[in-house]
């Protein structure tokens, strides 16, 4: 039997989670994807299927900040960007994913 790859592995962790969260329009979820090279974040509301409110690493205004996308400093700049666009959009609270 082939031996699972750390996507799979990744992807079934996330069931488990999403078993037990689900995003409401007063309450919307954070989900935050990391990869070795860039960080994504998205706020999702799952009642409507759709994502509220997102930012990446890749972002043209984060990405000329950033020198690395996947380091420490790169999560902070993303984080900032997250909140700041969440709170224009009048969302000031989420269930971490």
């Given at each position: ?53 997102a ?30 666009r ?12």
């Open positions: 039997m082939a031996r699972e790859s750390r996507n799979d592995r990744r992807k079934g962790r996330h069931d488990r989670i999403r078993q037990n969260l689900y995003g409401t329009p007063e309450k919307p979820r954070l989900s935050v994807y990391r990869s070795n090279k860039n960080i994504s974040v998205q706020i999702i509301d799952d009642v409507n299927g759709t994502t509220l409110v930012a990446s690493s890749l972002d043209k205004e984060l990405k000329a900040q950033i020198r690395n996308g996947g380091n420490k400093e790169a999560a902070k700049q993303v984080g900032e960007a997250i909140a700041k969440a709170l224009a959009k009048g969302i000031e609270t989420v269930s971490f994913d």
